[in-house]
């Protein structure tokens, strides 16, 4: 595992509101072009990393995709993972039905299904997928300690969880340079090209987010194990790997 070090400059910044699956569906029918831009492209290589952490190009299996959205990630999954089915769930109506067309006219229909669902109360057994992903949605959940608990329960002993989130920038003049992409060009941005304001919320649920380090400890309470903590482009992005604690309790 990467080595964790606790940071003690940084203080808790209140969570703000919003992220409900109704703010989602407001934004649904851009969503998809607001993220390329406003990542400059960059989301789609940090998604291709996620999938081939999880280890099942080969050996197949069953996944779960938390926050599924527009089945981005599902269909990257089924993609790059030929023998896996993907079960893609959120809370998010509108989103879902743009993902089901997507999928509808991949050539993936058959390996993936999408639900409405809420990762803080899975609705499957323990032990039941081989690997779990969540993108870009950790940071909306009210309650992550208990999603990070469910996460671990339904997490085969030797699955792996891989969490893909969103951070504020770190320092020196380029984290400096995209902490300003992040707390204007992106609000900004986002208005501008889906007509709502509710992009105003990814900067401010950005800046609430804990540092790297600390989410990590959050993982380890909740049951799981990081085994690797990769940082993107100074500090915007982190992918957390982890597999669920042997004998942990998570309930």
């Known amino acids: 595992m990467t080595e ?54 080969e050996r197949g299996g069953k996944v779960l995709d938390l926050a599924t959205g527009t089945a981005d990630l599902a269909l990257m999954i089924a993609e ?31 390996r993936i299904h999408l639900e409405t669902g809420d990762a803080q109360a899975l609705p499957f057994p323990d032990s039941t997928f081989d690997g779990i992903t969540i993108a870009f949605g950790i940071r909306n959940v009210p309650d992550r300690e208990r999603a990070l608990a ?28 995209a902490r300003v992409h992040v707390h204007h060009v992106v609000p900004w941005v986002g208005s501008l090209l889906s007509g709502a304001k509710e992009y105003r919320y990814l900067q401010k649920s950005i800046a609430a987010f804990p540092p790297a380090t600390e989410f990590a400890q959050m993982m380890e309470r909740s049951g799981l ?17 982890a597999t669920p604690q042997i004998g942990s309790s998570t309930s």
Not at 10 to 31: C, H, L, N
Not at 94 to 106: D, E, H, P, T, Y
């Open 4 to 57: 964790l070090t606790a940071s003690s400059s940084q203080k808790p910044v209140p969570r703000p509101e919003g992220g409900s699956g109704a703010m989602f569906d407001a934004i649904a029918e851009r969503y998809d072009l607001v993220n390329r831009i406003i990542s400059l492209g960059m989301d789609q290589s940090w998604r291709r990393r996620t999938v081939d952490s999880l280890g099942l190009k």
């Open 80 to 110: 790059r993972a030929p023998a896996v089915e993907v079960t893609g769930s959120d809370p998010s109506e509108n989103m879902l039905a743009i993902g089901r067309q997507k999928v509808a006219r991949s050539p993936y229909a058959s």
């Open 150 to 177: 469910e996460m671990a329960r339904v997490c085969k002993p030797n699955g792996r969880v891989a969490i893909l989130e969103l951070s504020e920038p770190g320092p020196g003049f380029f984290g400096a340079c």
């Open 225 to 241: 194990r990081v085994v690797e903590l990769v940082s993107f482009i100074f500090g915007v992005a982190h992918l957390y790997v």
